[in-house]
């Protein structure tokens, strides 16, 4: 309790050793959510910061460690929850702009007969009626209705096929480049 009041004071002294003495485990500890040892770092030391700058927060009656392993526990979570919002976010962008016909002679990096090897291997190793559709409704505008209508399987089917296979693409592909290259392999 001596230890948390020194705490709540900014005594630098204490804030010293409760870092010194826990900063080790709970780098491992955020190391095990995100893989990422800077990120881990950055989520632990967010975490001391809190402390310091809340010190009305902390409850001298219980353990100040395990609060700041609370603290770290919901910095890596809304740190992953964070990276799960940004993916469906990419997932939107690159569907839109595969959508809205980006100009298929942008090519920023200069490495278009790369990408196009690439993007037709790719294309290459996906299943044919998941190759079909995606060609049926990129290139030619086809709906999923009319998809599903003309290859006598189920709409959820066709977005089932769409999903998955844009999902190879984004795994497979940067996805500025996978946007520009990719029409220009559907039109070469």
């Known amino acids: 309790m001596e230890f948390e009041r020194k705490i709540i004071e900014h005594d630098m002294v204490a804030f010293q050793e409760l870092y010194n003495n826990n900063i080790s485990e709970l780098v491992a500890f955020a190391y095990r959510f995100t893989y990422d040892i800077e990120i881990a770092k950055d989520l632990v030391h967010d975490a001391f910061v809190w402390i310091w700058d809340h010190p009305e927060k902390i409850n001298c009656q219980g353990n100040i460690e395990a609060l700041l392993l609370h603290i770290v526990r919901s910095n890596c ?61 990129i290139v030619n505008g086809t709906k999923v209705k009319d998809i599903a209508s003309e290859m006598h399987i189920a709409e959820s089917t066709v977005k089932t096929h769409l999903k998955r296979t844009m999902r190879v693409l984004r795994e497979n592909m940067a996805i500025f480049l996978f946007t520009s290259i990719l029409f220009i392999y559907l039109f070469s």
């Open 77 to 137: 979570l809304n740190y992953i929850r964070d990276l799960d919002i940004q993916d469906k976010n990419q997932e939107k962008l690159v569907e839109a702009s595969i959508f809205a016909g980006m100009d298929i002679d942008d090519d920023p990096y200069g490495q278009k007969d790369e990408l196009i090897k690439r993007l037709k291997k790719i294309m290459g190793s996906l299943p044919e009626k998941s190759r079909v559709i995606l060609e049926k409704h």
